[in-house]
T-cell receptor, first 113, second 112 residues
Framework: ETGVTQTPRHLVMGMTNKKSLKCEQH?????MYWYKQSAKKPLELMFV???????ENNSVPSRFSPECPNSSHLFLHLHTLQPEDSALYLC????????????FGSGTRLTVV | GENVEQHPSTLSVQEGDSAVIKCTYS??????FPWYKQELGKGPQLIID?????GEKKDQRIAVTLNKTAKHFSLHITETQPEDSAVYFC???????????FGTGTKLQVIP
């Protein structure tokens, strides 16, 4: 374990479902991130939170809704997704926004059917 | 914005041989270059990084070199072992709060 825990590890959902991805870190980090990883593409930054405040929303469709209730937890709420949203969703954390190294979780493999 | 290109996309080497993965970046303001290793079923893990004020950094069997003039940096793995098999990502970022830009990844297979 890296210190960043993501649940669930796998998720299959229909296009009309609502589900949530959870990320938890106990590293004392102040910044948390959501990334989307698709085959043969670079990691795509989705959202950035610093001290529970969203600092970046990287042109992500509104069917993805993040929530950061405290500096240790990050959620990604999903609703009315499309099949092309199927991917590995990675959570990461860093000491702060200017810190260099990220600690990633193992990801949630999402399949939209 | 920054653009990071990574080559090759796949690489097969015999156990014990060396492996080299190369990346180029476009923004001369980038000054931090990490490398991540992603094993099957896991998230990327930082394995080594280099800042623009040095040209080379080593950590046991892995090393990274940086050529600021040419804007490229490389990961070198010597005496490869089967457990080195994974996908490796390079990345680049600028000072302060800036998005990290990742390469597309290299799938390394070490053949026993």
């Amino acid at each position: 374990e890296t210190g960043v825990t993501q649940t669930p590890r796998h998720l299959v959902m229909g296009m009309t479902n609502k589900k949530s991805l959870k990320c938890e870190q106990h590293l004392g980090h102040n910044a948390m991130y959501w990334y989307k990883q698709s085959a043969k593409k670079p990691l795509e930054l989705m959202f950035v939170y610093s001290l529970e405040e969203r600092v970046e929303n990287n042109s992500v469709p509104s069917r993805f809704s993040p929530e950061c209730p405290n500096s240790s937890h990050l959620f990604l709420h999903l609703h009315t997704l499309q099949p092309e949203d199927s991917a590995l969703y990675l959570c990461a954390s860093s000491q702060d926004l200017t810190a260099d190294g990220y600690t990633f979780g193992s990801g949630t493999r999402l399949t939209v059917v | 914005g920054e653009n990071v290109e990574q080559h090759p996309s796949t690489l097969s080497v015999q156990e014990g041989d060396s492996a080299v993965i190369k990346c180029t970046y476009s923004d001369s303001a980038s000054n931090y270059f990490p490398w991540y290793k992603q094993e099957l079923g896991k998230g990327p893990q930082l394995i080594i990084d280099i800042r623009s004020n040095v040209g080379e950094k080593k950590d046991q069997r892995i090393a990274v070199t940086l050529n600021k003039t040419a804007k490229h940096f490389s990961l070198h793995i010597t005496e490869t072992q089967p457990e080195d098999s994974a996908v490796y990502f390079c990345a680049a970022s600028k000072p302060g709060y800036q998005k990290v830009t990742f390469g597309t990844g290299t799938k390394l297979q070490v053949i026993p």
